[in-house]
């Protein structure tokens, strides 16, 4: 029997780390992101680049859109750390290692990583294995879903300060998420405090792909079923805008993954870039 208190991530959040280490080792630089921590926290085994779901070739639209989202999300703390932002908040936060690869950021941040209990106490012992630690400046926060935990009030219970402006990313979420408990989540966030910003990817349906992305959409979702975790929530660009504004959003902006590619892949020789249907909700408030 699984022992739920030291249970290690999700297959999502571990596919993620290796996609982001593997664009590090079969994409040509300039990386759009180089993290291969993530690799060594999810400790695969050697032959992770055999898995099936790390073919090179099969992978390339969804690892682009993995490091493009974390690299875009991560020049935002950087611009809004500039301006006097404090707190840091990742949502689903799985193997995120915004505070081990960037401690010159980092510590000028409280940075809070929310995710369920088990992958937090593996999270928590991997970063003491490796050498890393929990500096006091990092906060994992413990919150168990399922047995109906509120994020928020474990958040402040963590240290945060609701008072205070904040950046918070939740990347990989909605697509898993109910489309109220979705807008249940932007109601929340729309209450921190003046000057912050969200940053939140939502995946498109797909009549809005054309048909070779659908089709590996369409690969996916099976995928994602077969494990348990399927897909619930996809939003046209003009429905997650309104549900931003609904909650209370004071300014609300779509970021597309055209607006990705010339950001972080324009002038590329190889054709990577970013078309996996996944795409950005940018709001203030």
């Given at each position: 029997m699984t022992d739920e208190s030291t249970a290690?991530?999700?297959?999502?959040?571990?596919?993620?780390?290796?996609?982001?280490?593997?664009?590090?080792?079969?994409d040509p630089p300039p990386h759009v992101l180089a993290d291969e921590i993530g690799l060594r926290l999810a400790d695969p085994g050697d032959d992770w680049r055999r898995r099936g779901d790390m073919d090179p070739d099969a992978t390339r639209w969804f690892r682009a859109s993995i490091v493009a989202r974390a690299r875009f999300i991560e020049d935002l703390v950087i611009e809004r750390a500039d301006r006097g932002v404090g707190q840091?908040?990742?949502?689903?936060?799985?193997?995120?290692?915004?505070?081990?690869?960037?401690?010159?950021?980092?510590s000028r941040l409280r940075v809070f990583e929310v995710d369920q209990p088990g992958p937090q106490a593996w999270k928590r012992r991997r970063l003491t294995e490796l050498g890393y630690g929990v500096p006091d400046r990092l906060r994992l926060v413990p919150v168990d879903f399922e047995a109906g935990g509120s994020w928020w009030d474990e958040l402040t219970a963590a240290g945060f300060d609701a008072a205070r402006p904040a950046v918070v990313a939740s990347t990989g979420v909605t697509l898993y998420l109910t489309k109220e408990a979705n807008a249940a989540t932007l109601r929340r966030l729309a209450s921190l405090a003046p000057g912050s910003t969200l940053a939140m990817t939502f995946q498109l349906p797909p009549e809005l792909l054309d048909e070779e992305k659908r089709a590996?959409?369409?690969?996916?979702?099976?995928?994602?079923?077969?494990?348990?975790?399927?897909?619930?929530?996809?939003?046209?660009?003009?429905e997650m805008l309104a549900l931003a504004r609904d909650a209370g959003f004071k300014d609300a902006r779509h970021v597309s993954a055209d607006l990705l590619n010339e950001r972080y892949f324009a002038g590329r020789t190889d054709g990577l870039g970013t078309s996996s249907g996944e795409e950005l909700l940018v709001a203030t408030t």
């Amino acid at each position: 029997m699984t022992d739920e208190s030291t249970a290690g991530p999700d297959n999502t959040a571990v596919r993620t780390a290796l996609w982001r280490a593997l664009h590090v080792q079969v994409d040509p630089p300039p990386h759009v992101l180089a993290d291969e921590i993530g690799l060594r926290l999810a400790d695969p085994g050697d032959d992770w680049r055999r898995r099936g779901d790390m073919d090179p070739d099969a992978t390339r639209w969804f690892r682009a859109s993995i490091v493009a989202r974390a690299r875009f999300i991560e020049d935002l703390v950087i611009e809004r750390a500039d301006r006097g932002v404090g707190q840091y908040v990742v949502l689903g936060a799985g193997l995120d290692t915004f505070a081990q690869r960037r401690p010159d950021i980092a510590s000028r941040l409280r940075v809070f990583e929310v995710d369920q209990p088990g992958p937090q106490a593996w999270k928590r012992r991997r970063l003491t294995e490796l050498g890393y630690g929990v500096p006091d400046r990092l906060r994992l926060v413990p919150v168990d879903f399922e047995a109906g935990g509120s994020w928020w009030d474990e958040l402040t219970a963590a240290g945060f300060d609701a008072a205070r402006p904040a950046v918070v990313a939740s990347t990989g979420v909605t697509l898993y998420l109910t489309k109220e408990a979705n807008a249940a989540t932007l109601r929340r966030l729309a209450s921190l405090a003046p000057g912050s910003t969200l940053a939140m990817t939502f995946q498109l349906p797909p009549e809005l792909l054309d048909e070779e992305k659908r089709a590996g959409l369409q690969v996916a979702q099976r995928g994602a079923r077969a494990s348990g975790t399927p897909f619930l929530s996809f939003y046209a660009p003009s429905e997650m805008l309104a549900l931003a504004r609904d909650a209370g959003f004071k300014d609300a902006r779509h970021v597309s993954a055209d607006l990705l590619n010339e950001r972080y892949f324009a002038g590329r020789t190889d054709g990577l870039g970013t078309s996996s249907g996944e795409e950005l909700l940018v709001a203030t408030t």
